[in-house]
């Protein structure tokens, strides 16, 4: 299975107009907000001794964040354009980055092999996967994890439309950043309530834990507090 020539072409198209540098997309929050937060959830039942893959790692900004907590991070995602920026800001060599549809079996297996059970970050990528595309992202998830690897997926809830409706909607209209998600035709869409623990659970998965939290975004309020959406967590695996 492939992703659609739409949503690749969508965040091609973003990547290649953004500079990569942290922040500058709109849910690109600083780590201390997002991945130091996240991984509360997952510690406790992760092997830190295996690696971690981020998937859907954007320009890598959580990525760097998740190699100092792991044996070793690779950041993946669908567009060259990004994998490409994720390398360019990492210029030490924290992390490995490397082009990948989540979607597609083989790309899936092979990543596996080369890097063995990993655990996985998945911050808010099914929202924006075609929804026949995402029982291949949950299979992948599972794929990677193996028998001894624990998935982080966190997902916002059908409220953060609202959210971003209500940001939209301020005197000026959209800031900056929302009009590129826009302007990219990238559809922010609606994981329904329960469908993120059916997907991991058909993939095969067991849900371990789940809650409520916020996803930071790099916008600021007029107040200058972050922009959080409404989301909840699983942590996925093998017992």
Known sequence: MTVSDRYRTAWDGFWEQSSGEPGEPFWDADPALTAKRDLDHLTP???????????????????????????????????AAAVNHARRTDPDGAATYEQLNLADPI??????????????????????????????????VARL?????????LEPTGEAKEVIAAIAAQPGGPSPKLRRVKEHDLRPGEVAEGEVAALLRAAGLTVLDEGATTLAMSEARPDGTPVELPATWFVAGRP
């Open 45 to 79: 039942y992760a092997d830190r001794s295996l690696p971690i893959a981020d998937l859907g790692c954007g320009n890598g900004t959580q990525t760097r964040f998740l190699a100092t907590r792991f044996a070793g991070a690779v950041g993946v995602d669908l567009s």
């Open 107 to 140: 790309q899936a297996a092979a990543l596996h092999e080369r890097l063995g059970d990993t655990n996985v970050y998945m911050r808010a990528v099914l929202h924006q996967s075609d929804p026949e595309d995402r029982p291949a992202v949950a299979a992948t």
């Open 145 to 153: 994890v193996g028998t001894h690897g624990r998935a982080l997926v």
